[in-house]
């Protein structure tokens, strides 16, 4: 699906109300989030970037988090998803919108993320900082400088190259995931016996492969090996 340049007003698309309770039922996961309204671009441009970097997603604004239809102002709404993805979000990142009404006349503000080709993204934090999110889950979790030199080589022409030296570090690696099933970054560095650079470099060219993936937990981003 491709996706024009997001406008700076809103396209009142009507979207089907049937759609949006089967989409309501499905409650919040990782394509999916829902929120009674804006409050803030700044927290809403971590989802919309998060969204675009991984499998992209939607955001049903106007829907508490137990699923009940609150009712929205379109217009103000999409005021607020516009300058966060055009001003919060580096590179600006794109979506379309679909108005939903229901019988009592309350509105839904359908805003939907494709994933893109132009990750990653980075979303700007109340520190005035630049960090990149990913989504896992209904959550949204910062990615490591691994993940990110990931995303910028997530290309077809750049995902087979440069796997020609098969040394003890990358045998210490697939030993540990076969032990521990998952390792952090310093983990395997400190059993390798390499730098944090050397480390890192390698899980990249292992995701590129797609020897290995990840996933984020309570203590940080953890690493293991695909079936």
Known sequence: MEYEETNRWLDQVSGDLEELYQAIDEGEHQQQDFKFR????????????????????????????????????????????????????????????????????????????????????????????????????????????????????????????NLVAYGPEERELFDLLGVQKEISISAYRKKADIDIVEAEKILVLFLQWEIISYRATDKGIRFFLLD
């Open 38 to 161: 804006i409050d803030s671009t700044r927290k809403i441009a971590i989802t919309l970037v998060a969204f675009a970097n991984t499998q992209g997603g939607k955001l049903l604004i106007g829907v508490k988090d137990n699923g009940r239809i609150a009712g929205i102002d379109p217009e103000e709404e999409y005021y607020m998803i516009e300058g966060a993805a055009s001003m919060y979000c580096k590179p600006p990142v794109s979506f379309k919108t679909r108005v939903f009404e229901d019988e009592e006349g309350r509105k839904v503000l359908e805003i939907d993320v494709p994933p893109s080709a132009e990750a990653p993204h980075y979303a700007k934090t109340a520190e005035d900082s630049w960090r990149v999110y990913l989504r896992q889950d209904d959550e949204n979790f910062a990615a490591n400088r691994v993940i990110i030199e990931y995303l910028k080589n997530k290309h077809p022409d750049s995902k087979k190259k």
